[in-house]
T-cell receptor
Framework: GAVVSQHPSWVICKSGTSVKIECRSLDFQATTMFWYRQFPKQSLMLMATSNEGSKATYEQGVEKDKFLINHASLTLSTLTVTSAHPEDSSFYIC?????????????FGPGTRLTVT | AQSVAQPEDQVNVAEGNPLTVKCTYSVSGNPYLFWYVQYPNRGLQFLLKYITGDNLVKGSYGFEAEFNKSQTSFHLKKPSALVSDSALYFCAVRRGGKLIFGQGTELSVKP
């Protein structure tokens, strides 16, 4: 089946530093990837939609200069949390849509736990 | 706005009993509905989807869901719950190419 990986699975960083999270589709090409944020025992909040070769589309209220998204290839999207602060601590999940499959299928990565101290 | 709602934050079931996790939707047109499950500190796993066709949809791990247009519901069901089914369950609707999730329901299955 389609597999999406994320790296790292968890990261601790100091306030003011930047952190990059990678999302890869391992066995399919993904023209579209999505980034979500999740607080403990809460729903997933869509942050942005990432399209290969173009700028990401951010949801209302999400700071695009704070959460930089790059989708440089059909198998890789990255989320960089710039100048991280403790309130950015969260579980970040990416998902990818299979370019070659039905347009309804969306596969999720295992998530990245970010803790900002 | 198109959305889904999960009215129960938590559902408790004894092992072997049937389980239901509720979801209602509010969409214009024909909804594309999904159920996902999330285990602690993990991503989401796809269970099943309704796009069109038969109202009863069968999915992974013995789960099924019934699309009910008159009641605008898409409840997740399983005839006999397992302790290993304990997890967080999300209903979602596809809107404008994106998945919009409900609040989530924590299912606890006790032995």
């Amino acid at each position: 089946g389609a597999v999406v990986s994320q790296h790292p699975s968890w990261v601790i960083c100091k306030s003011g530093t930047s952190v990059k999270i990678e999302c890869r589709s391992l066995d399919f090409q993904a023209t579209t990837m999505f980034w979500y944020r999740q607080f403990p025992k809460q729903s997933l909040m869509l942050m942005a939609t990432s399209n290969e070769g173009s700028k990401a589309t951010y949801e209302q209220g999400v700071e695009k200069d704070k959460f930089l998204i790059n989708h440089a290839s059909l198998t890789l999207s990255t989320l960089t949390v710039t100048s991280a602060h403790p309130e950015d601590s969260s579980f970040y999940i990416c998902s990818a849509r299979d370019h070659g499959g039905t347009s309804y299928e969306q596969y999720f990565g295992p998530g990245t736990r970010l803790t900002v101290t | 706005a198109q959305s889904v709602a999960q009215p129960e934050d938590q559902v408790n079931v004894a092992e072997g009993n049937p389980l239901t996790v509720k979801c209602t939707y509010s969409v214009s047109g024909n909804p594309y509905l999904f159920w996902y499950v999330q285990y602690p500190n993990r991503g989401l796993q796809f269970l099943l989807k309704y796009i069109t066709g038969d109202n009863l949809v069968k999915g992974s791990y013995g789960f099924e869901a019934e699309f009910n247009k008159s009641q605008t519901s898409f409840h997740l069901k399983k005839p006999s719950a397992l302790v290993s089914d304990s997890a967080l369950y999300f209903c979602a609707v596809r809107r404008g190419g994106k998945l919009i999730f409900g609040q989530g329901t924590e299912l606890s299955v006790k032995p």
